[in-house]
């Protein structure tokens, strides 16, 4: 109650007047402005944290085995003086384990279902309804349309633009306040949210300007808008306990497995670009060799024409590169990336339950950047 509160105000104002060495020992800073409970956050040390977090309690009542204990949030959600807090420490350096001790979990649930999930569920509302009103705007938006469907589509996408304008100042000010490389190197959820968001207001915005000065480009930023206004839905689908597993697995599958198959493929594709560059074309060029780098890359999915192979100069060398680039791409390297990604999804399926809390954690910490001191 009111109380219990002016008491723990009262306690931390006293320690803050005691001289550092009469302080206790965890509420001291190290070098790098971190509190103990911050550093055991840091590091991941479960124990540590725990142990500190039980020793910073302030106990009301007890009764028998039953405890009334309140826990200070000025080292575990907020350090005076500091960006972060023990809990953002936890959520930055992805110590997925830690997001499900009691006490953690407890502040994320409060955290949730005081703010941040009536804020998300809102926001979701806004962004189903603002993607409706701009997949209208596309489709229906044309010379050809009747009166009422131009007028239609001029409406919706006013309110867009308005939004995205809106939006836009948001993302700005978060910018401000993280730095440039707080903001676009985050990670999950708050990644997912920055980029996408970011993308859709420039893009759309854009898309008034080169409008307004008849631009052939106007449908090209229109596409980059309406590409990236649904892929931030991937950051709403990441709140959800249904999809939100699904949605990590998939990032973790473009991040890791499709990166390692791109950076072995490259090799592949240039080696027999240039051998069938070399057997197939006769001083074609640059524009000879992009065909042939097409070439391999649509024969990675049977898209090949087999006579150019046995009509060229060197019909027995061409078929062989042919079937083996077919072996080493085809049949292996895309069997591998599919038994690639089935291993990821068990190793993330184990752990659903905590990658999920890590995603709504960022969700959270997401939406607190964005709201403004008076909210």
């Not at 649904?230 to 597993?245: C, D, E, N, S, V």
């Not at 499709?258 to 006769?282: K, N, T, W």
């Not at 049977?302 to 083996?324: I, N």
Request: with cysteine; glycine share 6%; proline share 3%.
């Amino acid at each position: 109650d009111e109380s219990d509160r002016e008491m723990g105000e009262r306690q931390r104002a006293a320690m803050e007047l005691l001289p550092v060495e009469d302080r206790p020992p965890w509420s001291r800073h190290n070098v790098l402005g971190l509190t103990p409970l911050c550093l055991a956050a840091s590091i991941g040390s479960t124990k540590m944290f725990s142990f500190l977090l039980e020793k910073t309690k302030i106990v009301q009542w007890t009764y028998g085995p039953v405890e009334c204990a309140l826990y200070p949030l000025l080292d575990l959600d907020l350090v005076k003086g500091q960006r972060n807090g023990a809990l953002e420490h936890i959520v930055q350096r992805e110590h997925t384990e830690m997001l499900l001790l009691p006490r953690v979990k407890t502040l994320l649930d409060h955290k949730w279902d005081r703010f941040a999930g009536p804020h998300f569920f809102r926001r979701f509302l806004v962004c189903v309804l603002l993607l409706a009103m701009l997949s209208v705007t596309v489709i229906v938006a044309n010379p050809e349309a009747p009166i009422w469907g131009q007028h239609t589509a001029l409406a919706s996408y006013s309110v867009v633009v308005c939004v995205a304008m809106y939006k836009l100042q948001r993302e700005v000010r978060e910018m401000w306040s993280e730095g440039l490389a707080g903001y676009f190197c985050a990670q999950g959820a708050a990644l997912v949210e920055n980029t996408a968001s970011f993308s859709f207001c420039l893009a759309t915005i854009a898309t008034v300007v080169l409008r307004a000065i008849a631009s052939e480009w106007v449908r090209a930023t229109l596409a980059v808008s309406v590409l990236a206004g649904w892929a931030y839905f991937f950051f709403f689908l990441l709140g959800f306990r249904k999809t939100g597993p699904f949605v990590v697995i998939m990032f973790k599958m473009l991040a890791n497995d499709i990166e390692l198959f791109c950076e072995i493929y490259v090799v592949f594709l240039m080696g027999f670009s240039l051998a069938f560059f070399c057997v197939l074309e006769d001083g074609s060029g640059v524009m000879g060799f992009a065909r042939r780098v097409h070439q391999c890359f649509m024969a990675m999915f049977g898209g090949f024409d087999f006579d150019e192979f046995l009509d060229s100069r060197f019909p027995t060398l061409s078929t062989v590169l042919l079937l083996f680039y077919i072996v080493c791409v085809t049949i292996m390297l895309l069997n591998l990336l599919i038994a690639q990604m089935a291993d990821t999804y068990s190793s993330v399926q184990e752990s659903s339950e905590q990658a999920w809390y890590l995603e709504r954690a960022r969700i959270i910490f997401s939406i607190e950047n964005e709201m403004s001191d008076e909210e």
